[in-house]
């Protein structure tokens, strides 16, 4: 049973860069057919979609976001990485990161957040 | 891209109730790529339903979804005290995913 662990800084400034990592336990990356993906939920709004990376190298993102995010994998060390570039107060948010099979496109297994603050 | 417009904004309902759940989008949605979540505050999301109407696994039968093409429902039978909460559509298409904004399902 997979197991998904988000960790990030918490406060970062505006125009910084963010650095997100999920840690994967429970199985390796390598051998699931799952996509990773990324996904956020600003104070009392609802769920946005930030991207998605298969373990093979295709991403796809959000066309909002696309310009200033990279999803990255690192089969080494188990972990799914988010990076937001050009940071702003907007980007407040709690960060998800989940799974979903190819099969269904469907976040079935979830984190359990990591909050970060734009300030 | 496909917006997913959820109605009403919040319901507000009596445990043993019916709870009817809208989702509307922007244009047609394949069926096996649409999905419903729960959010308890403090929480992550919980994925109840994929493919419009197929339960994830451990979900109550009381959860059934519905719909075709741009209008797509979530029913709860009978509205147990644990199941208030927010309530997500989700859909994919186009190698893109979006939500809705969400409706929250409250205590009457």
């Known amino acids: 049973q997979l197991q998904l662990q988000e960790s990030g800084p918490g406060l970062v400034k505006p125009s910084e860069t963010l650095s997100l990592t999920c840690s994967v336990s429970?199985?390796?990356?390598?051998?699931?057919?799952?996509?990773w993906g990324w996904i956020r939920q600003a104070p009392g709004k609802g769920l946005e979609w930030i991207g998605n990376m298969y373990y093979s190298g295709t991403r796809y993102y959000n066309p909002s976001l696309k310009s200033r995010v990279t999803i990255s994998v690192d089969m080494s060390r188990n972990e799914v990485s988010l990076n937001l570039d050009s940071l702003t107060a907007a980007d407040t948010a709690i960060y998800y990161c989940?799974?979903?099979?190819?099969?269904?496109?469907?976040?079935?297994?979830w984190g359990q957040g990591t909050a970060v603050i734009v300030s | 891209e496909i917006v997913l417009t959820q109605s009403p904004d919040t319901l507000s309902l009596s445990p043993g109730e019916r709870a009817t759940l809208s989702c509307r989008a922007s244009?047609?949605?394949?069926?096996?790529?649409l999905a419903w979540y729960q959010q308890k505050p403090g929480q992550a999301p919980r994925l109840l339903i994929t493919?419009?109407?197929n339960r994830a696994t451990g979900i109550p039968d009381r959860f059934s979804g519905g719909g075709s093409g741009t209008d797509f429902t979530l029913t709860i039978s009978r509205v147990e005290p644990e199941d208030f909460a927010l309530y997500y559509c989700?859909?994919?298409?186009?190698?893109?995913?979006?939500f809705g904004q969400g409706t929250k399902l409250d205590i009457k």
């Open positions: 989940a799974t979903t099979w190819p099969s269904v496109h469907a976040f079935d297994l």
């Open positions: 493919g419009t109407s």
């Open positions: 989700q859909q994919y298409g186009s190698s893109q995913y979006s």
């Open positions: 244009q047609s949605v394949s069926s096996s790529y």
């Open positions: 429970g199985g390796p990356i390598s051998g699931s057919r799952h996509y």
